[in-house]
């Protein structure tokens, strides 16, 4: 499948990650030939194969619901970028 | 003193005991071949009040019932969190970061008594095979036949390296899908990764949670045993970490193979392998069946899609598991222009944080699991490595005990000569690795040759599940019939 500069533009926004408009050809071009190799997994036959959730068959381990740790917010917080007041700081989400 | 660093781990740890060596001795002769080694870029972060404090205190403690790596001076790789010490996993968007806290593995290793000389360099978040991701440079092989400087091999290139040029006893590793095992092979090491659950991944970054695991590189099949003992067992801080007992994979080490059964999948025979690869093989073969062991042709018929279906999920599990880094908790945050909100933090953060290699997996993984992709991507993938597991599974079951492939498709190449490749063939340098991971098994590499240019080659064992001890003893006897001894000759 070949990937157009549009779907990397919407695949760069997805992944949060910013795209500057002249890089978006060479990145569609190398998310084509990537894709171009997976393709390849189509001559599978995987009829009533089950996509593997676990590749040891087993079950998780539960615990008792019970609080295990907390009370260190300086250790939360002590390599945040921006930090204040006791909370993580961020640009204003909501106007 | 600089003989000292050349030591195996069994080596120094029967030294501490007689009383011949003290560990503030071994580990001075490891800090002082790191700091004389700067060329090879395989410290990049050096711990040395930490290595000196716990080599004193190991010494203090005495080696008379001595926990099994008391006293020994290990690298540990940049992707495992170690408190206080900055743990990058060679990104610069963990730049600054010193976790809270240790990782499992590391703890164990400290418990065991082990001193830590530094953080090794990796290929950012361990996504590469060659070393050059990192955003600390690249590490640099100490093997060298011409000018060339050669690619340590990735993603643990620095460990790699940091063992091959006794920089240290032994170093940690994981694997994604061949990052300690064709690493091993470029150098002339050995490492092993173990079956998925056998490690405890908490406080290792993650990259693939279906697929990473951590183990060691070593100088030696018996030291591997040593270090994969002390890294082993349950941790309920990771869910997918086993609970069965943890076998003393030492005392597996017999060397008698009399009785088990080899097989050589013929998938692996691909075209264009180099007739030194093949050669290397067919030897490593003759010295398993010679030692009494029955080598038998098996088929892996879903061997070749390996690659694509690894592709597919590494890829979706790392955009997933990276979406953590958002410049809010912890690491770098973008400057923001006036009027930028969270979102144009996000992308600005991300975009200057992650590499090149690391923004396009993640970009790929985005899109095999976005509306209408997912089935035809994620989960067809996922059906095929149910297949490839089952291949797996019909060759243990028909008898085979492990079964022998070529670690790498070729020797270390140089650093740079991949450049202008195209991506895909970077990513064919684990075409005989990655299998392993996708079904979960143990595979190990070990040393057993040397191609025309005098570069180290390897041979990948791989396992059953929970057979590591099993393994190891096949490791083993191929080690002692191949007698791989060469070493780099000093030149950094």
């Known amino acids: 499948m070949s990937i157009d500069e549009g779907t990397a533009r919407r695949v760069a926004k997805l992944a949060r990650i910013k795209v500057e408009e002249e890089a978006l050809p060479a990145l569609a071009a190398e998310f084509s030939a990537i894709l171009g190799f997976i393709e390849q997994l189509n001559e599978v036959d995987v009829d009533g194969i089950e996509p593997m959730t676990s590749v040891t068959p087993q079950r998780l381990k539960r615990r008792e619901d019970v609080v295990t740790d907390g009370s260190q917010q300086a250790a939360v917080l002590a390599n945040a970028p921006d930090a204040r007041e006791g909370f993580f700081a961020v640009p204003k989400v909501v106007e | 003193m600089s003989e000292l660093t050349k030591l195996t781990i069994s080596a120094a740890r029967d030294a501490l005991r007689k009383g011949e060596v003290t560990s503030a001795q071994l580990t001075e002769a490891c800090l002082t071949a790191i700091d004389g080694a700067d060329a090879l870029n395989a410290f990049v972060h050096k711990t040395p009040e930490i290595a000196m404090a716990q080599a004193k205190a190991a010494d203090a403690r005495g080696y008379a019932d001595a926990a099994a790596l008391s006293g020994i001076p290990l690298g540990i790789k940049d992707l495992f969190c170690t408190k206080g010490v900055p743990s990058q996993a060679a990104s610069n968007i963990l730049k600054g970061f010193k976790p809270e806290y240790e990782s499992t593995v590391t703890s164990q290793l400290f418990d065991a008594g082990a001193v830590m000389l530094g953080k090794l360099n990796m290929d950012e978040f361990a996504m590469g095979s060659s070393n050059e991701t990192s955003c600390y440079g690249d590490a640099v092989n100490p093997w060298k036949v011409d000018d060339r400087k050669l690619t340590p091999g990735g993603s643990s290139g620095g460990s790699a390296a940091a063992v091959a040029a006794d920089l240290c006893l032994g170093a940690t590793g994981t694997d994604t899908g061949g990052s300690i095992r064709q690493p091993a092979a ?178 790929v993984g985005t899109y095999v699991l976005s509306a209408g992709f997912y089935d035809a991507y994620y989960n067809r993938a996922r059906r095929v490595r149910a297949l490839i597991k089952r291949d797996f599974d019909q060759a243990f079951a028909a008898g085979v005990d492990a079964i022998l492939t070529p670690a790498t498709p070729s020797a270390a190449f140089g650093l740079g000569d991949m450049t202008e490749a195209d991506p895909i063939q970077m990513y064919l340098n684990d075409v005989f690795t990655v299998t392993v991971n996708l079904a979960g098994l143990p595979g190990v590499a070990v040393p057993t040759g040397m191609d025309a240019q005098g570069l180290p080659l390897g041979l990948q064992l791989i396992g059953r599940p929970w057979e590591e001890g099993d393994l190891l003893n096949i490791a083993y006897s191929l080690e002692q019939s191949a007698q791989f001894v060469a070493k780099p000759a000093k030149w950094w």
């Open chain 2, 186 to 363: 470029f150098t002339g090491i050995t490492g092993i990764k173990p079956t998925y659950g056998r490690v405890s991944r908490w406080g290792i970054v993650a990259f693939a949670s279906s697929l990473d695991q951590a183990g060691p590189m070593t100088k030696d099949v018996r030291d591997s045993a040593i270090m994969l003992q002390a890294m082993s067992g349950h941790d309920p801080k990771d869910s997918t970490s086993a609970d069965i007992p943890v076998p003393d994979f030492e005392a597996a080490l017999t060397g008698d193979i009399r009785g088990k059964t080899i097989g050589i999948p013929k998938e692996y025979r691909l075209d264009g392998t180099p007739a030194e690869i093949e050669k290397l093989w067919n030897d490593g073969a003759a010295m398993l069946r010679d030692a009494g062991a029955k080598v038998v042709d098996i088929s892996l018929p879903h061997a070749k899609y390996a690659l694509p279906a690894y592709y597919v999920i590494a890829p979706a599990e790392a955009s997933s598991n990276l979406a953590r880094f958002d410049g809010v908790r912890f690491g770098h945050r973008a400057k923001l222009a006036a009027g930028d909100g969270i979102t144009e933090m996000y992308e600005k953060t991300r975009a200057e944080g992650f590499g090149h290699e690391v923004q396009r997996r993640v970009m």
